[in-house]
């Protein structure tokens, strides 16, 4: 399983510098899985209960419900994400993994409700950011993957982060105030062909040279599209952070897209497993994610509480 040193302690997840030629094969590298083997219902994955958030004390996470073993996704322990100073009781592990994820929760997952959000200032260089030292969360994904969509959704507030059907309009390190505490972070897409090469190389830049110096990002949340098939810029992206040892969880957006139109006839559940097994032959453990969806609302309280986890963790430590 994963047991991970949060960020900023720096931790090695990449076991060698990744291939994505056409030769490479990370299915290869799959385990079977064990005998001690966790179930969830892939149907309790699907959408989202009302909130389960509480403003200070720890959340105690429902069980699964029962259902047919055919309906069920195995997830092997070695496949958890676990944090820092939590017990593993495989008698009660069950009931702390947050739902359509692979991420057990820890003591440290309070004061997780987002109260207040304000959008503080846009900025082209890291040393433009604020200074005031507050930990924050960074969203980047590919263009068009609904990340100013699903800020929304975590705010609850239609309008904090103008959304586009035009990809490529975030140009900025965008920071948004959360409960006067800590920021959510809104960095441009990548993967947008009709911006120009000079304004998507300088997007490149900038938001590289964030990642390496900002001192006070706890996390990157990569969004993955779960409506379409795996891409290769997503996998190059999330291989890179990895090599830099920058801390990150994977979103996976749209798995309200039930249909089988344009996704390669695949479910966004299957994008999910087929993205992770794409990516596991490039580390040596497996990183968190989370299944969402900012039309349903499914994955808010399991990011809020995610975040709620790290960032507490990060300013004990």
Known sequence: MALLHLPRIRFSILTSLPSLSAHSNPIANLKLPSKNTLFFSSSSVSFAPKSILTTSEPIPITHFPDTPLETQIELPLEKLFVPPETDVDNATLRTRILKGSNIVLSKYARDAQI???????SSVKTEDCPSDGLPEFALVGRSNVGKSSLLNSLVRRKRLALTSKKPGKTQCINHFQINDSWYLVDLPGYGYAAAPHELRTDWEKFTKDYFLNRSTLVSVFLLI?????????????????????????????????????????????????????????FFQTVPPWIMTSSVTNQGRDEILLHMAQLRNYWLKH
Request: positive net charge; charged residues 35%.
């Open 115 to 121: 109260v207040q959000a304000e959008f503080i200032k």
């Open 225 to 281: 599209d779960a409506s379409i098939p795996a891409k290769k810029v997503d996998l190059e992206y999330a291989s890179w952070l990895a090599q830099n040892q920058i801390p990150m969880t994977l979103i996976f957006t749209k798995c309200d897209k039930r249909k089988k139109k344009k996704n390669g006839g695949k479910k966004p559940e299957e994008n999910v497993n087929d993205f992770q097994d794409l990516i596991r032959g």
